[in-house]
């Protein structure tokens, strides 16, 4: 999983990352900007992912994420989280 201040969207490659996925019927190409390539994105939905907050377990959920099954890693997007108030400090 990586933090990405250039991604538009949360991106999750597995379906099963998705607790609530609606396919597109169409679906639509994304830009990598870094290597200037493209890929599909073949669904929309509510993903979550559990991880370890300050040693603690939590289940974090990401509405409106994209199924992009072709990318390598799961994007969780800077500005995306910034509309939501989570504030995100580079250092």
């Known amino acids: 999983m990586l933090i990405n201040s250039g991604a538009s969207d949360h991106c999750f490659v597995n379906r ?9 019927h ?6 990598a900007a ?9 669904g929309k939905g509510k993903a979550k992912i559990e991880t370890c907050v300050n040693g603690t377990n939590r289940n974090i959920t990401f509405e409106d994420a ?4 072709e990318l390598r ?4 997007s800077v500005s995306k989280l910034a509309e939501k108030g989570v504030k995100v400090e580079f250092d």
């Open 73 to 76: 890693s799961n994007l969780i």
């Open 66 to 69: 994209l199924h992009t099954p």
């Open 34 to 42: 870094a290597k200037e390539s493209i890929f599909n994105v073949t």
């Open 26 to 31: 169409q679906p639509t190409m994304g830009l």
């Open 16 to 24: 099963e990352s998705f607790i609530l996925l609606t396919p597109l």
